[in-house]
Nanobody
Framework: QVQLVESGGDLVQPGGSLRLSCAVSGFAISSDGMSWYRQAPGKERELVAV????????YYADSVKGRFTISRDNAKNTMYLQMNSLKPEHTSVYYC?????WGQGTQVTVSS
C-alpha cells in the first residue's frame, strides 16, 4: 500500500523557516521524480517544486525561487522542502506527490 506522509508544517512568524518532510512507504522512491504542491484557501492547488530521481535537477515556481530548496534522501525514502524567509503569502497546505499518489498535506501558516 502506497502511503505519503507529510510533516513539519507549523505556525511561524514572517521571516522564519520551516522544513517539511514527505515520508513514503509502499515502494522505493529511487526511480521516481517527486514534487511539492500547495493549496491556499479558495485557490487551486499549484506546483511549488520538483526534484528528479537523484536530486541532480530541480524546478521551482517563480514565487519560491531563492527561498525554498527541495531535496531528497532515497535511502530514507523521504523528500524535503526547506523553506526560508517565509512570508504570509506562503500560507497554504503543502502536499507531496510521487507517481499518482498524494499525501494528506501539512499546514504552513505564516503570521505574526
Amino acid at each position: 500500500q502506497v502511503q505519503l506522509v507529510e510533516s513539519g508544517g507549523d505556525l511561524v512568524q514572517p521571516g522564519g523557516s520551516l522544513r517539511l518532510s514527505c515520508a513514503v512507504s509502499g515502494f522505493a522512491i529511487s526511480s521516481d521524480g517527486m514534487s511539492w504542491y500547495r493549496q491556499a484557501p479558495g485557490k487551486e492547488r499549484e506546483l511549488v517544486a520538483v526534484i528528479n530521481t537523484f536530486g541532480h535537477s530541480t524546478y521551482y515556481a517563480d514565487s519560491v525561487k531563492g527561498r525554498f530548496t527541495i531535496s531528497r534522501d532515497n535511502a530514507k525514502n523521504t523528500m524535503y522542502l526547506q523553506m526560508n524567509s517565509l512570508k504570509p503569502e506562503h500560507t497554504s497546505v503543502y502536499y507531496c506527490r510521487v507517481r499518482m499518489s498524494w499525501g494528506q498535506g501539512t499546514q504552513v501558516t505564516v503570521s505574526s
